[in-house]
């Protein structure tokens, strides 16, 4: 299973991933989504009883919102963390439809990482769990072995670690 992790000569970066076709099925959907409503706005007369037209008014939003879920996860946005030794920071990238976000993170604001199981039908799988004073844990990637979570666990402890002369 592909981690995310890459190591190279500008340290070592974390970056989720959502395939063309993912993001295809579920701009689809998403605009799908959006003609659900079209034959009850069709049906809709100054005749029709008031809790007809409320019932329609129900299914445009329900359909609508449903809409705006399925695009938002077809543009919505690719996390990307890269570890900045040098400036003892991490960038956060996040990925908008309408453009990046980049913050940077001091590495003192982070927590040891430490490595959950996780349950699904298809048996355990591992996740990095990366915690940030005063913000949500970030839970990166998925292994199929423990091993491996534990490898990149450490890694990303090494990079947090002060640098000791």
């Given at each position: 299973?592909?981690?995310?992790?890459?190591?190279?000569?500008?340290?070592?970066?974390?970056?989720?991933?959502?395939?063309?076709?993912?993001?295809?099925?579920?701009?689809?959907?998403?605009?799908?989504?959006?003609?659900?409503?079209?034959?009850?706005?069709?049906?809709?007369?100054?005749?029709?009883?008031?809790?007809?037209?409320?019932?329609?008014?129900?299914?445009?939003?329900?359909?609508?919102?449903?809409?705006?879920?399925?695009?938002?996860?077809?543009?919505?946005?690719?996390?990307?963390?890269?570890?900045?030794?040098?400036?003892?920071?991490?960038?956060?990238?996040?990925?908008?439809?309408?453009?990046?976000?980049?913050?940077?993170?001091?590495?003192?604001?982070?927590?040891?990482?430490?490595?959950?199981?996780?349950?699904?039908?298809?048996?355990?799988?591992?996740?990095?769990?990366?915690?940030?004073?005063?913000?949500?844990?970030?839970?990166?990637?998925?292994?199929?072995?423990?091993?491996d979570a534990e490898h990149w666990r450490d890694r990303i402890a090494a990079q947090l670690q002060p640098n000791t002369p």
């Amino acid at each position: 299973m592909a981690s995310g992790f890459v190591e190279g000569p500008e340290g070592l970066r974390y970056a989720e991933h959502i395939s063309v076709a993912m993001r295809l099925f579920a701009g689809v959907l998403g605009l799908g989504m959006f003609l659900i409503p079209v034959p009850f706005v069709l049906h809709a007369s100054l005749d029709t009883p008031w809790w007809h037209l409320l019932l329609a008014a129900a299914c445009v939003l329900a359909g609508s919102a449903m809409g705006l879920l399925f695009m938002a996860l077809a543009l919505g946005r690719v996390l990307v963390l890269q570890f900045d030794t040098r400036r003892r920071r991490v960038l956060r990238t996040s990925r908008w439809p309408w453009g990046a976000r980049q913050t940077p993170i001091d590495f003192g604001r982070f927590a040891p990482p430490d490595v959950l199981e996780r349950a699904s039908e298809d048996g355990p799988y591992y996740v990095v769990r990366l915690a940030v004073q005063g913000e949500r844990p970030m839970h990166l990637s998925g292994f199929d072995r423990r091993e491996d979570a534990e490898h990149w666990r450490d890694r990303i402890a090494a990079q947090l670690q002060p640098n000791t002369p």
